[in-house]
């Protein structure tokens, strides 16, 4: 017997999440993501950034949230408008990203960047159209 969950349903349970505040930690290089064992920010906090060089630690609150159904792939998607920060100093090496929701000190998420994203002072280090799905 097989079960699917219905692609709605997916959405409707994304947008039950909206209204929460979901911020972007940049980590570093050593860092590695387990979708089993990291839930809570506790859980990754000793590999983000530490504020300097134009990030600050705890990340960067997300804007333009936009959830949304996808009947092609089936899944439900949140997206937010980029993340940008302004490198200074001697620049932002990040190689992961991880979206929190602030409000449940939740884990939603994490980028890889496929390696070392750099920034040099005076540039943007932007993470574009950030999203998350629920498959």
């Avoid at 994304?14 to 050593?30: C, D, E, I």
């Avoid at 630690?57 to 940008?84: C, E």
Wanted: hydrophobic residues 45%; proline residues 1%.
């Amino acid at each position: 017997m097989a079960t699917q969950v219905a692609n709605y349903w997916k959405y409707y349970k994304l947008n039950l999440l909206a209204g929460k505040t979901f911020k972007m930690l940049l980590m570093n290089s050593s860092f590695v993501f387990s979708r089993s064992t990291h839930k809570l920010y506790a859980d990754v906090s000793a590999n983000e950034l530490t504020t300097a060089n134009g990030y600050t630690a705890g990340g960067l609150t997300l804007s333009g949230i936009a959830v949304s159904q996808d009947d092609t792939n089936n899944r439900g998607k949140m997206a937010w408008s980029n993340a940008s920060w302004t490198a200074s100093g001697v620049g932002i090496v990040a190689s992961f990203a991880i979206i929190i929701d602030t409000t449940d000190n939740v884990i939603a998420g994490c980028i890889d960047f496929g390696g070392s994203k750099t920034a040099l002072a005076g540039s943007p280090f932007v993470v574009a159209s950030p999203m998350i799905t629920e498959s």
